[in-house]
């Protein structure tokens, strides 16, 4: 059987690699389109998934969003430049003519850092901090996917019931306080109205208090939603990802202010391992196992 085709579809790109064993052999990535008219990612699509096709045997997506039954619903309607009720799997499957599994990008990254970890059977966390934030579960050797696609979205759980109004329309969403997108947004009244998160940790660097204290934050919001995380599901490991995530000093401040809740709330947590083709690799791995 000819190997995997593997596409990873975030909000700001969009990956395609040929899989096989767990490896990438051969890489593409365009930038995601801007527009909300699906012609416009239809036509990216066929783009760039096409000279694959003659590879591979079946395909498998991780894209950001919930995914039910196939088809991609913002939970945020500003990622994908507003693209929304969009038939994915009915697309991809007409491009390539391959049966075709879909599920959300966090969740195939989970999956991908659930595989390195030396001992199965651990119920672990992967959760990314960048653009937005974003996570998958693994609970007894079992990615966690839900009736309708939504298992994993804690960024969207609640942070703050004061906080900044979310993208996805609610208030004080982890996402609105300890994402890229927000630590930019706080910087702004410190930094300028062209402020970027990437900014922030810049200044953070420099130890400048209006940066550290953004960034203090954000990790205190991130530490919060693990002991939630440790309450509900009983975690044992959590991975930390994503540009904020793995930013430096991120982690031991993320370590830190979780060492200060209950000892019941604390779980391990670490770097996440597989890098920027941790989407790639897990839905190619997970559409395996279910097939």
């Keep these: 059987m000819k190997p995997c085709l593997a596409v990873d579809i975030g909000g700001t790109k ?16 365009i930038a995601t389109p801007s527009s909300s008219q699906p012609e416009e990612m239809d036509k990216a699509l066929e783009e760039l998934l096409t000279p694959f096709l003659d590879d591979i045997s079946t395909v498998a997506v991780g894209s950001t969003g919930i995914i039910d039954d196939g088809v991609l619903t913002a939970l945020n309607p500003l990622n994908l430049g507003g693209l929304n009720n969009y038939p994915l799997r009915a697309v991809i499957e007409k491009i390539t003519k391959k049966p075709t599994t879909v599920i959300n990008d966090a969740q195939a990254a989970a999956w991908a850092e659930y595989q390195t970890l030396e001992l199965n059977m651990v119920n672990m966390a992967f959760i990314t901090v960048s653009t937005g934030v974003g996570a998958g579960v693994v609970i007894n050797d079992d990615l966690l996917i839900g009736a309708n696609g939504i298992a994993g979205h804690a960024g969207h ?3 703050d019931p004061n906080g900044p109004i979310c993208g996805c329309g609610r208030r004080g969403c982890v996402e609105s306080i300890a994402s890229g997108t927000a630590i930019g947004q706080a910087g702004k009244t410190y930094f300028g109205d062209d402020c970027t998160g990437e900014m922030v940790f810049k200044h953070f660097s420099q130890n400048d208090p209006n940066a550290t204290d953004i960034v203090n934050g954000s990790a205190k919001a991130i530490a919060n939603l693990i002991a939630d995380l440790k309450m509900v599901l009983d975690i044992e490991l959590v991975a930390l990802g994503g540009s ?42 997970w559409a395996n196992k279910i097939r």
């Excluded at 031991?252 to 391990?268: D, G």
Aim: glycine content about 8%.
């Design 14 to 29: 969009i990956a395609a690699a040929i899989i096989e064993s767990g490896k990438v052999l051969r890489r593409q990535q």
């Design 157 to 159: 759980t609640l942070a």
């Design 244 to 285: 904020v995530g793995l930013a430096p000093h991120y982690l031991e401040l993320v370590q830190h202010y979780l060492a200060q809740q209950p000892s019941p709330y604390q779980t391990k947590v670490q770097h996440a391992r597989c890098g920027a083709d941790a989407g790639l690799i897990g839905v190619a791995h």
